[in-house]
């Protein structure tokens, strides 16, 4: 498929264009015209990109690129060594942050939710990002059932005890939204992160938080994301899973 067809068909896919993000979303680094075989993972790391050369890639496809607002813009140390690696290897880098998490099928939150059986009747937060949803158990029960999941052992804090129905979500970094998924009725919030603050804010609302981490919620929108593009185009996608504790 051609590039820049391929870069057109996820912006609208995505509806890039009405996310106020951190970073620009879609094709950030340009590499050969043709993509026939693409690596996807969560973040752009030399690691992944390696692999996608080991691979034979055209292109990476992620969720956390590059070039972050109040980010260092020099190419120095480990960006100029991610760089020179992709420009020569001539491989494309496609990624797609907020649209991703967002995306009402596909996205991060969507997939997060598929896994873990909760059913979406809303949303939350700024652009729309968090997942509100019914679940049934207590908030202990669905710790384990995260853990399970996820390969992981998330971090409750609050009334594991509590009865949960009503649940909110957002994957990654998104501990700064609780008050908000407070505030819409949630009895239980999942995300992936946590900051100090959060532990007093679930102690003394009553409502239970969840951090099951940031990596570990994302992974499962550009899985989705791979897929569509092999059954729609036929290119061969291929998900590279990095390690990342965070």
């Not at 972050?68 to 990624?95: M, P, Q, Y």
């Not at 009865?163 to 008050?179: D, L, M, N, T, Y």
């Not at 819409?184 to 999942?190: F, I, N």
Request: some cysteine; proline content about 3%; overall charge negative.
């Amino acid at each position: 498929m051609d590039r820049n067809e391929l870069a057109a068909h996820l912006d609208v896919l995505l509806e890039c264009g009405r996310f106020r993000d951190y970073c620009p979303n879609g094709l950030q680094v340009e590499g050969r015209p043709e993509v026939r075989r693409l690596v996807c993972g969560v973040s752009a790391s030399l690691a992944l990109i390696e692999a996608a050369r080991a691979a034979g890639a055209d292109a990476v496809l992620v969720h956390h690129g590059w070039f972050w607002r109040n980010e260092d813009s020099r190419v120095t140390g480990v960006r100029r060594a991610r760089l020179k690696t992709l420009l020569e290897n001539d491989i494309s880098l496609f990624a797609y942050h907020l649209p991703l998490d967002a995306h009402a099928e596909l996205g991060n939150n969507a997939r997060l939710g598929a896994l873990m059986g909760w059913t979406a009747e809303g949303r939350f937060a700024e652009q729309d990002v968090g997942f509100l949803g019914r679940t049934e158990g207590t908030a202990g029960e669905l710790a384990d059932r995260l853990a399970l999941a996820l390969g992981r052992r998330p971090l409750l804090v609050g009334d594991g005890a509590r009865p949960v129905k009503r649940i909110a979500w957002c994957s990654g970094g998104a501990q700064g939204h609780f008050e908000q998924a407070i505030a819409a009725g949630a009895d239980l919030y999942v995300s992936g992160e946590i900051s100090e603050q959060t532990t007093h804010l679930a102690r003394e609302s009553g409502v239970p938080y969840i951090a099951a981490g940031h990596h570990a919620t994302e992974r499962y929108g550009v899985q989705a994301l791979g897929a569509h593009l092999s059954e729609r185009f036929g290119i061969e996608c291929r998900y590279v899973e990095i390690d990342n504790p965070a």
